[in-house]
């Protein structure tokens, strides 16, 4: 994944072999400062500060208006008691669930028939074109596809004698629905993820598969899938993390309806910050979902082994 | 290749272009929708091409044609000024792009070529912060752009994502790491200072790397909705994403201004889809290669 190719790390010693003079081992830590100024002030004060204030303010209660009032593990508490949160969170999981299984599944397969059919660039940057665009544009284009009137998607349907289905109307198929959405937009993303991956496995290994006479699938199997797999767990904690803060769709278009079936939980927190200035709860919320995200790329990397590789 | 046509081949074949018209689609329908004439919209939906031909909905979208012409169109009458939001979105995209690139190049290269104490620890706190998602700090971010009294302007749009982000500074470091120590040293004995061998050598020497970042950030800036939607609502600094929202929800429940719509969703992906046309090798390669973005 992070294969950069023409960077091999420098391993010199900070002070070389230089006997220990003062200033030989502060190095250029002058100038050094010099060129961290900015980077130092967007972080601490954008990144930093944020980041502790947060997790205070999650302790506290807080409507912007007065000073934020430290009231212990209440919004904690609060939110065990909330069904509204773990409705959230239960939508958000299965959005989750459909979003990376059908996209990753996609993913695999274009790759692997770009892999075998065409390497053309051309190709390559027109499945990666939807990811160029806006999720607010993207959403839009399929609200309007999707309509329940006069969607082409339900004109298709009628064509071949199916009822029209009212994709956002329908809290069954409501966040299905987004979830599609947004296969769409990052399958051909992932897929040259793993395109990339792909072209890492030397040729050497499928060559000795075909001299045994393995068949396709069983090669699909047996080889390209495990040795695949570090690249498959990275791309699996990254799209799933970005997965888990799905927004901007839900924004634009159901907004958290039909009957809270698609009020997600970066969503209800938004809510609960924005239009209820209930600042110290959305915080905790938060925190929560940071925990999750790191909890579940740790399981991840854990489980699928990430760092070995099985090429050795 | 290896063998000659098969079934299987050609089914492979025959799956990869679905696929591939499955991703083009929505763009299509997008322009022909978005050329279309409101109005006949509704008694045509399956016509694959533009319903009575019109340039309208363009025209509505920008401001162009009076509340008659753009009524009996479909349009909502409403005034809607996509300029005004395009420039929005140009002012906060390059100014974002520009300073994020630039201070993320000078972190990195204190972190790729200078030698001091710490250095490798200070930089791995910085890549830590990637770990931290967007929303737990943005509820204090814009607690201090509303103390700031920044709220509804440019520099709290901008101010954010201007110093540095862990991944362009990640980004920019692999690529200063490889540079040969022998070119910097000889500059050295000439005399040149860090200044000299930053912008003389190390800028010039990484144009290709810094032009694919100074790219990437410019689409994900220009496409950003969360941020520019919590602190720049009101219409002087509103951009194109948060007024494509804003659009929608105008647009009346029973009989929508698709066209309008889209054409208005066209005007605000354009940009980035000749971006992308102009820069596309550029782009589809970095993607596997620097891995995470």
């Known amino acids: 994944m992070t294969a950069v190719t023409n960077a091999p790390p420098e391993k010199r010693s900070h002070g070389d072999q230089a006997p220990p003079k003062p200033r030989r081992r502060l190095g250029d830590l002058k100038v050094a400062m010099v060129f961290l100024i900015p980077a130092t002030i967007g972080f601490v004060v954008f990144y930093i500060w944020p980041t502790l204030r947060g997790a205070y303010l999650s302790f506290t209660e807080y409507s912007l208006l007065e000073a934020p009032k430290f009231n212990g593990l209440d919004n904690y508490e609060r939110m065990i008691h909330d069904s509204f949160f773990w409705n959230a969170l239960g939508v958000t999981l299965e959005y989750v669930a459909i979003n990376i299984g059908v996209q990753t599944v996609l993913a695999v397969a274009i790759a692997m028939l770009m892999y075998r059919l065409t390497k053309s660039i051309t190709f390559r940057a027109a499945i990666l074109l939807p990811y160029l665009v806006a999720n607010v544009v993207v959403a839009l284009v399929w609200y309007w596809m999707l309509d329940f009137q006069v969607g082409i998607v339900n004109q298709g349907l009628t064509w071949i004698g199916v009822d029209p289905v009212a994709f956002f109307g329908d809290s069954h198929w409501a966040i299905p629905t987004v979830a599609g959405i947004n296969v769409w937009r990052h399958m051909g993303y992932t897929a040259l993820l793993v395109f990339a991956g792909l072209q890492t496995i030397p040729t050497y290994v499928y060559e000795a598969a075909e001299v045994d006479g393995a068949s396709e699938l069983k090669t699909f199997w047996r080889i390209t899938l495990p040795l695949l797999r570090p690249v ?43 239009t209820r200035f209930d600042f110290g709860y959305a915080s905790a919320m938060a925190m929560v979902l940071f925990a999750i995200l790191a909890i579940v790329s740790l399981l991840q990397l854990r489980l699928l082994r990430a760092k070995e590789s099985d090429l050795a | 290749m290896r063998r000659p046509v098969s079934v299987g081949r050609i089914l492979a074949w025959i799956l990869l272009i679905v696929l591939l018209i499955l991703t083009l689609f929505p763009f299509y329908w997008m322009l022909r929708t978005a050329l279309s004439n409101n109005t006949a919209l509704a008694g045509n939906p399956g016509s694959l091409l533009p319903v009575e031909t019109t340039l309208g909905a363009f025209k509505r979208v920008l401001g162009l044609s009076t509340i008659e012409e753009a009524q009996a169109q ?21 100014i974002t792009t520009v300073c994020q690139v630039f201070f993320s190049a000078m972190a990195a290269y204190a972190f790729a070529r200078l030698r001091w104490p710490g250095r490798d620890k200070v930089f791995a706190l910085f890549l830590a912060a990637l770990m931290v998602p967007p929303i737990f700090t943005t509820l204090p971010n814009f607690v201090l752009i509303k103390n700031l009294g920044l709220l509804n302007s440019f520099a709290g ?39 000299r061998i930053f912008f003389g050598m190390i800028i010039p020497m990484s144009a290709a790397p810094i032009a694919t970042l100074a790219i990437l950030t410019y689409i994900n800036s220009w496409n950003d909705y969360f941020w520019p939607l919590l602190v720049g609502q009101q219409e002087n600094v509103r951009v194109l994403t948060v007024a494509l929202g804003v659009f929608r929800s105008q647009t009346p429940q029973g009989g929508p201004d698709w066209a309008g719509l889209m054409a208005a969703t066209l005007i605000a992906a354009l940009p980035m889809i000749i971006l992308f046309l102009a820069f596309a090798k550029r782009i589809t390669n970095s993607i596997g290669f620097s891995g995470i973005k």
Do not use: C, K
């Open chain 2, 157 to 195: 749009i901008i101010l954010p994502g201007a110093f540095m982000t862990p991944f362009a500074i990640f980004f920019l470091r692999q690529f200063f790491l490889g540079i040969s120590r022998e070119l910097e040293e000889a500059a050295m004995i000439d005399g040149a200072g860090h200044r």
């Open chain 2, 74 to 94: 479909g349009g909502s009458g409403a005034s809607v000024n996509f300029w005004l939001y395009l420039r929005n979105s140009l002012v906060v995209a390059t």
């Open chain 1, 232 to 274: 498959l767990v990275m791309v699996l904690v990254v799209t799933m993390i970005g997965s888990f803060q799905i927004f901007d769709t839900i924004a634009v278009t159901t907004q958290g309806g039909p009957i809270n079936s698609t009020r997600v939980i970066y969503y209800y927190i938004f809510e609960r910050a924005f």
